[in-house]
């Protein structure tokens, strides 16, 4: 009997890894749609944690009473999480919104470097030579995305506003991963869930405040499709983020980001597919190369 439940345990983890996979390309692609139609990228962060939040309403009907939502230690991670993963997801959409989805999407494996260097100074965490062949792979890679760019790989791109976003996003989102952690050992993937989404949506609102963001406007500019689009990006994030959460209950938080780095590949393809992003065999080759690298992070735990 035991074995039988690990065994549906890895069936679950694998997909809900799948589903974070192509979850999150997929949202990518209707906040680059959204934001397109001139809709503000704050908006859309706000309208998707709101959505959400919402939804999470009805999810309380089902949630056990639980003394840990009293711990400070819960509310205190739980704040954490939601400043860094509503600060991330912001400088995403507006990255998405100025850049091609098939060079940004790479760029986020990066992630998997960030989570090993975090790991050495706060965890001690000291890789061996997988993980530093890894984080070579990944930066060998990289070369052949990024240089497809016109400013091909140099110090140059980093001056691109698209690329700052998404490596601020790529930063924030890595940290708030760590924290994530944090609040799903003291709770549940789903009550982990449920405060990613309610406190999200009060961060990123009091974000649209700041940055005087007419609320009133950005309906106004909600025709049907726009509409359709904000439920899609809802339900790909919520998608997404849950299954993050059921995967980081079962597995290291380092391990799991370098298996959601399979992204890069579908991200590349939906580019040249929705977008027409060229290039398409060279950001490929790059994206391999990284995913090889980020395996071998793995490896390295």
């Known amino acids: 009997m035991q074995i039988f439940a690990v065994r549906m345990t890895s069936i679950f983890v ?10 999150n390309p997929f949202a990518n692609v209707f906040q680059k749609k959204l934001t397109g139609s001139y809709v503000h990228a704050l908006f859309v962060n706000f309208a998707t944690y709101a959505l959400l939040a919402i939804a999470c309403l009805t999810g309380l009907l089902f949630m056990p009473p639980a003394g840990i939502l009293l ?3 819960f509310w ?8 860094c993963g509503a600060l991330g997801n912001a400088f995403l959409v507006k990255a998405v919104e100025q850049g091609d989805l098939s060079v940004l999407g790479p760029v986020n494996a990066y992630k998997s470097v960030v989570a090993m260097l975090i790991g050495v100074f706060i965890l ?4 061996g030579w ?4 890894g984080v070579a792979f990944i930066i060998w890679g990289s070369y052949f ?5 016109e400013e091909g790989f140099s110090w140059q791109l980093f001056k691109r506003k698209d690329i700052q976003y998404r490596v601020a996003a790529m930063i924030l989102t890595a940290v708030e991963a760590v924290f ?5 050992l003291l709770s549940t993937p789903v009550i982990g869930f449920v405060s990613w989404c309610w406190y999200g949506a009060v961060f990123s609102f009091l ?6 963001v007419s609320l009133k406007k950005e309906i106004g500019k909600l025709g049907r499709r726009q509409m359709l689009y904000l439920l899609v990006i809802a339900f790909c994030m919520g998608m997404m983020q849950f299954s993050t959460n059921y995967v980081f209950a079962y597995m290291p938080v380092a391990y799991a980001l370098s298996f959601f780095q399979l992204s890069i590949i579908v991200s590349v393809f939906l580019g040249y597919s929705f977008f027409g992003e060229g290039q398409l065999l060279r950001k490929l080759l790059g994206a391999a190369i990284m995913v090889v690298g980020a395996v071998l992070i793995v490896m390295a735990g």
Request: net charge positive.
């Open 76 to 83: 205190k991670w739980s704040l954490l999480s939601a400043i």
């Open 130 to 133: 997988t993980g530093v062949l």
């Open 14 to 23: 694998t997909i809900a890894v799948l589903l974070r996979i192509f979850s």
């Open 207 to 212: 974000l649209v405040l700041a940055r005087r």
């Open 71 to 73: 711990s400070a230690a």
């Open 145 to 149: 995305v990024l240089d497809t760019t």
């Open 180 to 184: 994530l952690k944090r609040v799903i």
């Open 124 to 127: 001690q965490e000291v890789p």
